[in-house]
């Protein structure tokens, strides 16, 4: 059973519009949680990332919004642009877990000129 | 600064072979890992390791094996490949730090096993 769950598996946006990721776990134990992008044949690459005692995080363009009540973070990304295609993965972790993430299956986000 | 650095990139082995894939990184980071990407299935560690001589299972340790004699060197070691281990694999590294940061990941190797 998965306990980081990205139930979209793709997602198309037309460019300069709001691009919405969305990541549910399951496990309340987890505290932190990343944001990772990823292009085809590189590696994963750090986005951004939040602590459970914050519900904003934003870094540019890219804000990610957590509700720990509700165990769901998401990914906004304002405006879109076309560089910005890629699998987006949630991850999460918590301290007894030491520093090993749980990884989501991704999201492709296609963003259209 | 090359940062996290895989050899090959690519590999295609035989049912029963066996291969060594090698990451090594130039950042001076204490944690390494091992993942495996699968199609919709995220990536899924397989080992870790906290520092130069120790290493760890995480969630699919079972066929393989991982060394870190070296702090900026982590191997994964397949002894007898299987169809079941084709898939994406990622090193990545990271500082050890009282809370968790984000690891830098390698450009991965694809590995096929027929």
């Known amino acids: 059973d998965q306990q980081v769950k990205q139930n979209s598996p793709s997602l198309s946006v037309q460019e300069g519009r709001i691009s919405i990721l969305n990541c549910d776990y399951t496990?309340?134990?987890?505290?932190?949680f990343l944001w990772y992008k990823k292009y085809p044949a590189e590696g994963p690459t750090f986005l951004i990332s939040?602590?459970?005692?914050?519900d904003k995080n934003e870094d540019g363009r890219f804000t990610v919004f957590l509700n720990k009540s509700a165990k769901h973070l998401s990914l906004h990304i304002v405006p879109s642009q076309p560089g910005d295609s890629a699998v987006y993965f949630c991850a999460a972790s918590a301290l007894s877990y030491g520093q090993n993430f749980v990884f989501g299956p991704g999201t492709r986000l296609s963003v259209l000129p | 600064n090359a940062g996290v650095t895989q050899t090959p990139k690519f590999r295609v082995l035989k049912t029963g072979q066996s291969m060594t894939l090698l990451c090594a990184q130039d950042?001076?980071?204490?944690?390494m890992y091992w993942y495996r990407q699968d199609p919709g299935m995220g990536l899924r560690l397989i080992h870790y390791?906290?520092?130069?001589?120790?290493?760890a299972k995480g969630e699919v340790p079972d066929g393989y094996n991982v060394s870190r004699l070296k702090k900026q060197n982590f191997l994964l070691g397949l002894e007898s490949a299987a169809p079941s281990q084709t898939s994406v694999y990622f090193c990545a590294s990271s500082f050890q730090t009282g809370r968790v940061p984000e690891a830098f990941f390698g450009q991965g190797t694809r590995l096929t096993v027929v």
């Open positions: 950042m001076n980071h204490e944690y």
């Open positions: 939040i602590s459970s005692i914050k």
């Open positions: 390791s906290v520092g130069e001589g120790t290493t």
């Open positions: 496990n309340s134990m987890f505290d932190y």
